[in-house]
């Protein structure tokens, strides 16, 4: 079974719009992140929770919310979504307090912005 | 801030020829954690490696990597390549306390039979 869920797995949507993008963790854990790949780029964090509190925001646009309504869900909302925002976002947990910050990532939801 | 750098961003190998994939970092802090993450096609990136302690070897699944603290560098090696080490490799940097995960570049690993 799978430990992370994110859906969907593929997501277009056109320029200006807005997209939910969901995770759900059934590790246990108490601290889920967000990741964004674009083409050609490495792995960049945007966001950290712990507790379904903020630890941690890296991303500069306010256009990227996170929200967790639950301890093992961090959803990504995104409005007014651009091209340059076409990425893979990869969710990721892991459990805090422990002396290295081992995650564990989830599948992906590939978006396309036409 | 810290940094992670991975100078190959393409390393292409002949089966059975050994393997190894560079890796520095800068950090402010002593208590650095240092990780070799790969992601294989259509899958999730995870975890292969990871160390916290100066000048000891860490193994699993065939590749090793020592952590020296003196040069600030963390290199994948695996002895004899196979097919199915092709993936991409990060190499990513934490530290004691703090959850975010900073990750290098990445290197693309093919290995040609």
């Known amino acids: 079974d799978p430990k992370i869920i994110q859906k969907p797995k593929y997501l277009v949507a056109v320029t200006g719009s807005e997209k939910i993008l969901i995770c759900e963790q059934y590790l246990g854990h108490n601290a889920m992140y967000w990741y964004r790949q674009s083409a050609k780029k490495p792995l960049e964090f945007m966001f950290s929770?712990?507790?379904?509190?903020?630890?941690d925001n890296q991303t500069a646009s306010s256009r990227f919310q996170p929200q967790s309504s639950k301890k093992n869900h961090l959803d990504l909302q995104i409005t007014a979504l651009k091209p340059d925002d076409s990425a893979t976002y990869f969710c990721?947990?892991?459990?805090?307090?422990?002396?290295?910050?081992?995650?564990?990532f989830g599948p992906g939801t590939r978006l396309t912005v036409l | 801030g810290d940094s992670v750098t991975q100078k190959e961003g393409l390393v292409t190998l002949t089966e059975g020829l050994p393997v190894m994939l560079n890796c520095t970092y800068q950090?402010?802090?002593?208590?650095?954690?240092l990780f070799w993450y790969v992601h294989y096609l259509n899958e999730s990136p995870r975890l292969l490696l990871k160390?916290?302690?100066?000048?000891k070897r860490t193994e699993h699944q065939g590749f090793h990597a020592t952590l020296h603290k003196s040069s600030s560098s963390f290199h994948l090696q695996k002895s004899s390549a196979q097919l199915s080490d092709s993936a991409l490799y990060y190499c990513a940097l934490s530290y004691y306390g703090n959850e975010k995960i900073t990750f290098g570049a990445g290197t693309k690993l093919t290995i040609k039979p």
């Open positions: 160390s916290s302690t100066d000048n």
């Open positions: 990721a947990s892991s459990q805090e307090g422990h002396n290295y910050a081992e995650q564990f």
């Open positions: 950090t402010i802090y002593s208590n650095a954690f």
């Open positions: 929770y712990s507790y379904q509190k903020l630890m």
